[in-house]
């Protein structure tokens, strides 16, 4: 029987912008350091903001006891990725990120950068893996021209989905300004990926919210159950993660 992780992740490192051009530099993350554990992802050591969102960043350091070391949450070695895989009984992990899960856009120009640079460095680093490594791509969705060329780039290069989070630019997931995305990924037959993490929420600054984080994904799940959605693209892919 063939297991498949459907929702792993990856912690961003310093290589994930390296796809960054000359002239976008300046859109490269704050380094802030963090063991990566999720108990930081809210703590005030893993600050990195357009307008407040809480951002981590993975670095090298002990780890506990079967937790995965540095270089296997980042990617930085493929190969152990794989190790591990076998270790946990795994024949496929479908890999989202950290990074993008909590953080809002305001400015179209950054979200094209550093999503084409994770683009592409995801694409690299599950290269390779005989099929085993396989990587949602993240959209920017602020342009929607941009979004389309990226999907068409992803389906080309191995990504496997294309990650929404239950809320978009202050839209619901049913919102027409998302057809074309919908349109994109129907044609390359791209699954969308729904993860859990809405830049909405008061979650990623208070654990106690965690219920808006899971209430905001059950309403996209109505959402798209009660749309028109099965005969407007009927050989899109839902999933939902989380």
């Known amino acids: 029987m063939c297991h498949i992780d459907v929702d792993t992740h990856v912690m961003e490192c310093d290589a994930t912008w390296e796809h960054?051009?000359?002239?976008?530099?300046?859109?490269?993350?704050?380094?802030?350091?963090?063991?990566?554990?999720?108990?930081?992802?809210?703590?005030?050591?893993?600050?990195?903001?357009?307008?407040?969102?809480?951002?981590?960043?993975?670095?090298?350091?002990?780890?506990?006891?079967?937790?995965?070391?540095?270089?296997?949450?980042?990617?930085?070695?493929?190969?152990?990725?794989?190790?591990?895989?076998?270790?946990?009984?795994?024949?496929?992990?479908?890999?989202?990120?950290?990074?993008?899960?909590?953080?809002?856009?305001?400015?179209?120009?950054?979200?094209?950068?550093?999503?084409?640079?994770?683009?592409?460095?995801?694409?690299?680093?599950?290269?390779?893996?005989?099929?085993?490594?396989?990587?949602s791509l993240v959209p920017p969705l602020l342009d929607i021209p941009a979004t389309i060329k990226e999907i068409q780039w992803g389906a080309e290069n191995g990504a496997a989905s294309v990650l929404m989070r239950a809320i978009e630019l202050k839209r619901i997931l049913s919102d027409p300004y998302f057809y074309p995305v919908y349109e994109v990924a129907q044609d390359c037959d791209l699954a969308i990926g729904i993860h859990i993490g809405n830049a909405h929420s008061p979650v990623y600054t208070n654990l106690n919210a965690v219920m808006f984080a899971v209430t905001a994904m059950a309403g996209a799940f109505t959402t798209i159950f009660d749309s028109d959605f099965s005969e407007r693209f009927p050989k899109l892919r839902f999933g939902f993660l989380e």
């Open 20 to 135: 960054l051009a000359k002239n976008e530099q300046h859109w490269c993350p704050v380094k802030v350091d963090t063991d990566g554990s999720q108990k930081d992802w809210t703590g005030a050591k893993a600050l990195w903001s357009f307008n407040g969102q809480t951002i981590t960043r993975s670095v090298p350091g002990p780890q506990p006891e079967g937790v995965p070391p540095y270089e296997v949450r980042t990617l930085e070695d493929s190969s152990a990725r794989l190790e591990w895989m076998d270790r946990l009984n795994t024949d496929v992990q479908v890999i989202y990120s950290s990074f993008f899960l909590a953080i809002v856009f305001e400015n179209p120009a950054a979200q094209i950068a550093l999503t084409r640079s994770y683009n592409r460095w995801m694409a690299d680093r599950c290269s390779g893996s005989d099929g085993r490594l396989k990587w």
